[in-house]
């Protein structure tokens, strides 16, 4: 099979070194991708988000199956431009996509579906809001109804930062993604990501995961894309698994053919593991990065096999096999990120995706220079990941990988997996 793979992060790198494994893979070309997702297969130029690009290039190159990689290009309905194509997409059309692009239409849906989830409120209107926050015992949590690359999201301990945020927001902080807002009850309990593959009908869980979104150890600064993550969750039991397949998972594959918005792809729900049981936190409509460069390196079974039988539908007599290893990954990212930061020093020990202590070392953004060399190209630059019978054991052994990368302009967390 040909495979057009789309994005450009460590995800993709990680998905490119899976997917080439599988005896069904003849070629990928990944667009825009990165240096180290080159060693799979071809690169191609188009941006991620030029949907007509990528339609025209997955039509040239005659590809079988379009894996979508982020979210933008989901929310934007690229499945559905290639679907009309005839050319299978792996990741929902535009309108499953919103259980991602809009927070409401999430919230709404798990309303409809009772879904378990905090209270909530939708507003234009910023005195109905700040009325509705200050009914919240607790603190609230205000958020943009769009997407705002991660950064919609402000969990508030008073009615004063609530209502400083409310202003915010609605004056036009993240210009049309926060013209609506929610406000929310604030939940607690340790966060727990879970994944699974849906068909349209089925769900088939996959792997769980725990990331770690501030930029600094001890949850400290700003927060980010996400500085690491481990899998398997330490709160991952039968028990809680089935749980979440039962009241959760399950419910919006149906919810959502039921409502005639089929769900293909990956699932990723961010949930919180609260006293009352687990409840929805977000949707989001594709793989984490970081969660894939952990849960990737898991998979024992044939990874495209299974997207074939997703865009097919036939998961309902499919399994997957995961390694009981744990799995860590360290983002090393350039200084200055979240915020800006510069490109092109020299990173010395990431040239192969082997390093020398066995760890995976996957590429997100790099470059190479006119000598070849590797260099610093984005704000999370590298995702190094190890396997390792205890998740103690993974966390030394990729710790010890990310000391053999020589890079004077990176950092990273010392504290993931650590709690
Ligand atoms: P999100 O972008 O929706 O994942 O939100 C970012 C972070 O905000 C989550 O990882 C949680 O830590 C926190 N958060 C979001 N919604 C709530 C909520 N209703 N209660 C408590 N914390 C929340
Ligand atoms: N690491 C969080 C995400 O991919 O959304």
Redesign the pocket.
């Known amino acids: 099979m040909k495979i057009l793979l789309i994005g450009s992060g460590g995800r993709e790198h990680a998905l490119a070194w899976a997917i080439s494994d599988s005896p069904l893979c003849d070629t990928i070309i990944i667009t825009p991708g990165n240096p180290g997702a080159a060693a799979f297969g071809k690169l191609a130029n188009i941006a991620a988000d030029d949907i007509d690009g990528l339609v025209s290039l997955a039509k040239t190159e005659a590809a079988d199956i379009v894996v979508i990689g982020p979210e933008v290009p989901l929310v934007d309905g690229l499945s559905d431009r290639l679907e009309a194509e005839g050319i299978s997409a792996f990741g929902p059309t535009a309108a499953a996509a919103q259980l991602e692009g809009s ?1 409401r239409f999430g919230r709404e849906f798990c309303s409809r579906h009772n879904i378990p989830q ?1 209270q909530w409120n939708y507003f234009t209107d910023a005195r109905a809001a700040k009325a509705f926050a200050s009914t919240l015992v607790g603190g609230c ?1 205000v ?1 943009a109804d769009g997407l705002a690359a ?1 950064k ?2 402000t ?1 508030c301990d008073t009615t004063e930062e609530a209502a400083l945020s409310i202003d915010e927001m609605l004056g036009g902080r993240f210009g049309s993604a926060s013209a609506q807002i929610l406000v ?5 309990g340790p ?1 727990f990501s879970a994944f699974a593959l849906l068909d349209g009908k089925d769900a088939l869980w996959l792997a769980s995961a725990q990331d770690h ?1 501030r930029a600094f150890d001890n949850d400290e600064g700003p ?1 980010t894309g996400g500085m690491g993550a481990v899998s398997p969750s330490r709160f991952e039991t039968d028990a809680l698994r089935q749980q979440i397949m039962e009241k959760i998972i399950q419910p919006v594959a149906d919810g959502m053919a039921d409502e005639g918005m089929p769900y293909r792809g990956i699932l990723y729900a ?1 949930l ?1 593991l609260t006293d009352k049981g687990p409840q929805v ?2 949707f989001n409509c594709r793989f984490g990065d970081p969660e894939a460069q952990v849960i990737l390196p898991r998979l024992q079974s044939d990874l495209l096999s299974a997207i074939y039988t997703t865009t097919e539908g036939g998961l309902q007599n499919f399994a997957m096999r995961f390694s009981q290893d744990s799995a860590v990954t360290v983002v090393m990212a350039a200084k200055g990120y979240p915020g800006s930061y510069d490109k092109g020093s020299t990173i010395i020990g990431a040239e192969t995706l082997e390093s020398a202590s066995g760890c995976l070392v996957f590429h997100a953004g790099t470059a190479t220079d006119e000598d070849g060399q590797i260099i610093a190209n984005g704000g999370r630059v590298l995702c190094v990941t190890a396997l390792g019978a205890s998740r103690e054991q993974a966390r030394a052994m990729a710790y010890q990988g990310v000391a053999e990368i020589k890079w004077d302009d990176g950092f990273y967390r010392g504290d993931i997996a650590a709690d």
């Open positions: 927070k905090p949590v958020k991660g919609g999201v969990v929310e009850e604030r939940i607690s966060e979104k927060n961010g919180m936190i977000e």
